[in-house]
């Protein structure tokens, strides 16, 4: 492996599977659609580039695998300088998906599948199965969809069979060119997440162009945002890019509701959550009712046992009214009433702020597995976001976090 300079920090040389330095393209025309763009993707990362239209987007993507070549700087791919490598060879070595697939119309589904095998010269049988089992892992059935034509597919099946032969021959990098940008909405946020997932699975490097950062904040690990003349605005993780833009064309980029967008990117933290009052299902009446009373809450929640399971919750009123008439025989299980929804710690904010703005309670109560954790009110959704929460876990590292390059 060729070991280059000028790594981010704490990157090695190893874990980079795509790096620009001081990539430049001036068209014949003159037209200067990139100048001296530096940038690493990591092995196994998803990687999004955004901007407006013109910006160089998909010049920077096509001089990965040169059908465009720079006309200043390296491309290096898995170490290699690719200016050195036989542009077809290239090529076979990296996935390419476009809009609505990129397929030959006059072939089988079965058949654009197989393309590079085919040029690699894979027998007939294995290829077959490849595609196969390729058209299983798109969510395709080979037998239903391997024979039919691009034509008699709908567009997000197309898509599907394009992400597919962008794997045939295993390549350990993608590139993406608008790839759901023909789809409609529904079905674009289907394959948004199976791409995701897949490509997480497979551990593949992804480089992506779109222009719709929701689909970016959504599907990125980090985000690339780029201004005319392909020039890199800031470099970070989604959360980082809507909490902390590094520049005013990132602000202006990103727009007025990135509050909004955040969401989406917003981890639920337990320390953010609201600790209501907790009674058992045997607690007295008597007892609730003066609990609810000295924290000053109108409801409770109730849990069983050790391990905190949540039963429901109680409302403070009817006890207090109970209470009024002299009846202190009853228990707090008498007045539970169910939630009707939950939320797993795991889920973002997204999901969370959604889930309450369903229901009629203003609070709603978050799970870890059985256990109880906290609940969220929209005071919670305001402070989380204002606090400019970022992912937890191993995402969150992000060393070229704050930077415009
Ligand atoms: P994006 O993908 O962000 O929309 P492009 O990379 O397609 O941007 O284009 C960047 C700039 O380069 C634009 O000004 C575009 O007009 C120009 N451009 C793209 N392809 C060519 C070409 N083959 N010849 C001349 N100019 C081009």
């Known amino acids: 492996m060729i070991s280059e300079g000028g790594s981010g ?18 068209y014949r025309d003159g037209t200067e659609a990139v100048r001296e763009l530096t940038l690493d993707v990591r092995r196994g990362e998803l990687v999004a580039l955004v901007g407006p239209s013109g910006c160089g987007k998909s010049t920077i993507l096509r ?8 006309t200043s700087g390296r491309v290096l791919v898995d170490g290699r ?6 542009a077809v060879e290239l090529r076979r070595g990296i996935g390419y ?13 079965r058949d654009n599948v197989a393309t590079v095998p085919k040029l690699l010269g894979w027998d007939a049988r294995e290829r077959r199965r490849r595609a196969d089992e390729l058209l299983e892992l798109v969510g395709l059935d080979p037998h239903v969809h391997g024979r039919r034509y691009p034509a008699e597919l709908s567009g997000g099946q197309q898509q599907r069979v394009g992400v ?10 993608l590139l993406l ?16 997440v199976e791409f995701r997932r897949l490509q997480t699975e497979l551990g593949k490097t992804a480089l992506f162009v779109t222009h719709d950062l929701d689909e970016a904040v959504r599907m990125a690990d980090r985000i690339a945002v780029l201004s005319t003349g392909g020039h890199l605005e800031q470099y970070a993780a989604p959360a980082t890019l809507l909490s902390e833009p590094a520049t005013d064309f990132v602000v202006e980029f990103v727009g007025s509701d990135r509050g909004l967008r955040r969401l989406a990117v917003t981890p639920i933290r337990p320390e953010d959550l609201e600790t209501p009052t907790t009674l058992a299902p045997g607690d007295g009446v008597a007892y609730a009712s003066t609990a609810l009373e000295v924290d000053g809450r109108s409801w409770g929640v109730v849990l069983d046992g050790e391990r905190r399971e949540l039963v429901g919750w109680v409302p403070r009123a009817p006890l207090t009214e ?4 002299g009846d202190r025989a009853g228990r707090v299980a008498d007045w539970t009433l169910p939630f009707d929804v939950t939320v797993q710690r795991a889920e973002t904010m997204r999901t969370a702020f959604s889930a309450l703005l369903a229901q009629e309670l203003r609070f709603l109560p978050v ?12 005071d919670v959704v305001h402070t989380a976001l204002r606090s400019g929460a970022r992912p937890t876990g191993p995402d969150s590292s992000d060393p070229d976090g704050s930077g415009a390059a």
């Not at 620009?20 to 001036?26: H, I, L, M, S």
């Not at 300088?81 to 036989?86: A, K, L, Y």
């Not at 998906?97 to 589904?109: D, E, T, Y």
């Not at 597919?164 to 990098?173: I, K, N, Q």
């Open 9 to 26: 920090p704490g990157v090695a040389q190893d874990d980079v599977a795509i790096r620009f330095e001081g990539v430049g393209k001036r």
């Open 63 to 70: 001089m990965v695998n040169r059908l465009v070549e720079p």
């Open 81 to 86: 300088d690719t200016s050195g490598v036989d």
């Open 97 to 109: 998906v476009i809009q609505a697939g990129g397929l030959m119309p006059h072939r089988s589904v």
């Open 164 to 173: 597919a032969r962008a794997l045939a021959a295993d390549p350990p990098v």
């Open 177 to 192: 060119d608008e790839p759901f940008g023909a789809v409609d909405p529904v079905v674009r946020d289907r394959l948004q």
């Open 322 to 325: 109970a209470m009024r008439r």
């Open 367 to 378: 799970l870890d597995g059985a256990e109880f954790l906290g609940v969220i009110t929209p």
